[in-house]
């Protein structure tokens, strides 16, 4: 039986590592890592190629049957504004072309909850498409650019999966921020905590990208979140038993403390220094952002969320 032949565009990342850690082990597949920097478990699968480099896509992507796209610029990794446009949107173009060229037929594209915006309620795939950041924007074009091709191409398959915040070991986003924070007893707890943010493993996104990759639907739209979503007093709670502590954090109410945090954002205007915590920054951390599915029932999560941040958390700092 010939082998599906499938490229992971960013594999060399975090997210795309994992992927490759699942794929790589698998018999019925040949797997090609396309990055700009190479990786180093899977060194074997490594081929460079940039989505901003046409020719240089055209040229790891030949014979591939499949390509899952997890290139892309993050949002808390970006100065310039307009690398969203040129990595997200450019870059969906230019696979969009090659994969046109080559007759790929199947695309799997990892975007974002950030298409949504601001949620005041949990939000599904109906929600409404109101991304307030660059990169929510880039993201969301990039997904029309992808519809395009599917709708130009007879039995073309599109899957676009929108994540939550990731994180996992090895991640070193907010998320192990907030851990770190916690584990060296700096957190100041600002508001009640009663507040529910949803949060994705990066085992489990992997594990949605490869059954997305054999279910090869025609087209479908899923968000993708681990459940149950835990409060903000939960996940602390969490996090200090994982590390045998008792939760010793320093509380203070919502309006004393974003007061104050204003008052910091004025002097850092004045001085021109740049304070590590903001106003935006409290108020995202005391908002909920809750996402679910309601696409796909049938996939089950490997790993269970309060497993999950038990495994990071003791990765990182046991």
């Not at 992507?61 to 808390?76: E, F, M, P, S, W």
């Not at 969009?96 to 599904?124: H, P, R, W």
């Amino acid at each position: 039986m010939d082998k599906r032949k499938i490229a992971i565009i960013g594999g060399s990342g975090f997210i795309g590592s994992r992927l490759a850690k699942r794929l790589s082990a698998r018999r019925d597949l040949a797997l090609k890592i396309i990055d700009v920097k190479q990786s180093q478990c899977f060194s074997q699968y490594y081929q460079y190629a940039d989505v901003t480099q046409p020719e240089s896509l055209r040229q790891a992507l030949v014979g591939c049957d499949a390509v899952i796209n997890l290139a892309a610029k993050r949002q808390d990794k970006v100065k310039s504004t307009s690398l969203y446009n040129q990595i997200n949107v450019e870059g969906a173009r230019n696979l969009c072309m090659v994969a046109a060229e080559l007759a790929i037929k199947q695309i799997v594209f990892t975007s974002s909850v950030a298409v949504y915006g601001d949620v005041e309620q949990e939000t599904n795939e109906e929600g409404h498409l109101a991304p307030g950041s660059h990169y929510g924007k880039s993201k969301l074009e990039a997904e029309y650019v992808y519809e395009a091709w599917r709708n130009a191409g007879d039995g073309n398959k599109l899957t676009i999966i929108r994540p939550v915040v990731v994180f996992g070991e090895g991640d070193r986003s907010n998320v192990y921020k907030l851990f770190r924070r916690i584990a060296k007893g700096r957190l100041v707890m600002i508001g009640d905590g009663r507040n529910r943010r949803s949060l994705a493993y990066v085992e489990n996104i992997a594990a949605r990208l490869e059954f997305a990759l054999d279910q090869q639907a025609d087209y479908q739209v899923s968000n993708y979140a681990d459940k149950p979503d835990l409060s903000m007093n939960q996940l602390i709670g969490v996090v200090t038993r994982v590390l045998g502590r008792e939760d010793k954090l320093i509380h203070i109410p919502y309006l004393p403390g974003i007061g104050g945090i204003a008052l910091l954002d004025l002097l850092g205007k004045v001085s021109r220094y740049k304070f590590s915590i903001s106003r935006a920054k409290v108020k995202t951390f005391c908002a909920s952002a809750q996402f679910k599915s309601n696409v796909e029932p049938d996939f089950v999560a490997p790993v269970d969320l309060n497993q999950a941040i038990e495994k990071t958390v003791k990765h990182e700092f046991n």
